[in-house]
């Protein structure tokens, strides 16, 4: 397999994996938002809440607040020493203490630990005059597969499209009817400028004779982008150790079998 990127930054990042099928490639998309352990906010334990919304309402915006976290420092709380019963090694307890007029932002959560909110300006709730809100969140690692809020990344892949131009047969009007800005005008002819960003949606190949379109069956372009306290690479680089992992067991399980 032959990987190359196309586009990295802080939390997005795009690359081309080649010599792969489909099987692998929605196997590794499925790990990637799904089985990556990921911290969020689990339970909340309200002292005053004065507000416009409910315990409930709150709690539930406070579990989708992204936190960043050391990867290395948290464990699963099945897996943790305490047996489950909860520690600085497995959870991390934010506190709020406010008082209206105020919006409630994720920056206000103070913890001792060395976590905190992706974004502090996340509105939580709005305090009108002399109403209050106190409350402590405790927050753990999880799955994705089990709720949204532990989800790493939003992730999606596509066939790399393969596109051809003859350059005397097809209309330079296909620049302006692409999308995705693939073609180019270069001496009033069309040229392929850039093959990476086209949708497969066909419309070149509708608008003009001379254009070619097809989708490469052992080839894929991935995008992932951050939900979470995580950068890109190291969700990728987390889901290829699970799937790893995974095959290990399984020949581990079938030479017990044969």
């Keep these: 397999m ?28 499925r790990t990637m938002f799904g089985e990556i352990p990921i911290m969020a906010i689990e339970d909340v334990d309200f002292e005053e809440n004065t507000s416009g919304l409910f315990d ?19 464990r699963l709380k099945e897996d943790c020493k305490c047996g489950g019963k909860g520690c600085a090694n497995c959870e991390i307890t934010f506190v709020v203490e406010k008082e209206g007029p105020c919006i409630v932002t994720a920056g206000d959560m103070k913890s001792d630990a060395d976590a905190a909110s992706i974004d502090p300006n996340i509105p939580i709730v709005e305090l ?10 405790t927050a753990q690692l999880g799955f994705g597969k089990e709720h949204v809020k532990w ?7 596509q066939n790399f499209p393969v596109v051809r131009v003859n350059p005397e047969k097809a209309s330079p009007e296909i620049a302006d009817v692409c999308p995705t800005h693939v073609f180019e005008k270069r001496d009033g002819k069309p040229r392929v400028a850039k093959e990476s960003s086209c949708i497969l949606c ?4 509708e608008a003009s004779d001379g254009v070619t379109v097809k989708a490469d069956e052992n080839s894929f372009i991935f995008t992932i982008e951050s939900v979470s306290g995580l950068k890109p690479r190291e969700i990728v680089e987390s889901a290829l150790d699970v ?5 290990e067991d399984f020949l581990a399980e079938a030479k017990k079998k044969l």
């Design 128 to 137: 009108l005059e002399r109403q209050k809100l106190k409350f402590s969140a």
């Design 202 to 205: 066909m419309r070149c190949v």
């Design 151 to 157: 989800q790493a990344a939003v992730v999606g892949y």
């Design 243 to 247: 799937l790893e992992q995974k095959a």
């Design 56 to 74: 409930e309402a709150v709690a539930h915006r406070l579990g989708l607040i992204p936190l960043l976290f050391d990867q290395k420092m948290y």
């Design 2 to 29: 032959q990987v190359k990127i196309l586009e990295h930054n802080g939390t997005k990042l795009k690359f081309v994996a080649e010599g792969i099928d489909f099987a692998f490639a929605n196997a590794l998309r």
